[in-house]
């Protein structure tokens, strides 16, 4: 078991517009929670960064472009907020990978680090170039 000096994070660069939304997601998930590191264990934080490009080009399968809606609410009454995907996909398009990503982590403590570790970005263009990705 490791300790939070010794864990090793390294680099994955993951392109959206390659696979659909959940597809991209289930990977990226897997990386940040470090599940395919041999030294891992549920109570350390031991996942890698995971950046993101091309989220303004993602898309879904069938129909669900047409009728996928992202819904907020800050708790008073008649406060609902409702935002279609494809509304979603020219304003925020970077909020639908990490909500999609921050469904798929499990719900405790560790959850706020490991969504840091996820860095979306809208082109190709990103400020992690100087940095030795281990998928390229």
Same mark, same amino acid.
């Given at each position: 078991?490791?300790?939070?000096?010794?864990?090793?994070?390294?680099?994955? !660069?993951?392109?959206?517009? &390659?696979?659909?939304?959940?597809?991209?997601?289930?990977?990226?998930?897997?990386? *940040? %929670?470090? $599940?395919?590191?041999?030294?891992?264990?549920?109570?350390?934080?031991?996942?890698?960064?995971?950046?993101?490009?091309?989220?303004?080009?993602?898309?879904l399968t069938?129909?669900?472009?047409?009728?996928?809606?992202?819904?907020?609410?800050?708790?008073? !009454?008649?406060?609902?907020? &409702?935002?279609?995907?494809?509304?979603?996909?020219?304003?925020?398009s970077d909020? *639908? %990978?990490? $909500?999609?990503?921050?469904?798929?982590?499990?719900?405790?403590?560790?959850?706020?680090?490991?969504?840091?570790?996820?860095?979306?970005?809208?082109?190709?263009?990103?400020?992690?170039?100087?940095?030795?990705?281990?998928?390229?």
């Amino acid at each position: 078991m490791e300790k939070n000096k010794q864990i090793q994070r390294n680099w994955h !660069i993951f392109d959206a517009s &390659t696979a659909p939304v959940g597809r991209v997601c289930t990977e990226v998930a897997y990386l *940040i %929670i470090g $599940k395919h590191k041999p030294s891992f264990a549920k109570n350390i934080d031991g996942g890698d960064h995971v950046v993101v490009i091309n989220s303004d080009k993602l898309y879904l399968t069938g129909n669900k472009e047409n009728s996928k809606q992202y819904h907020t609410h800050s708790g008073y !009454i008649g406060s609902t907020k &409702t935002l279609e995907f494809k509304e979603a996909k020219e304003k925020k398009s970077d909020m *639908i %990978i990490k $909500k999609a990503v921050a469904g798929m982590l499990p719900k405790n403590k560790q959850t706020k680090s490991r969504l840091a570790r996820l860095h979306v970005y809208k082109s190709d263009k990103h400020l992690h170039q100087n940095i030795k990705f281990e998928n390229e």
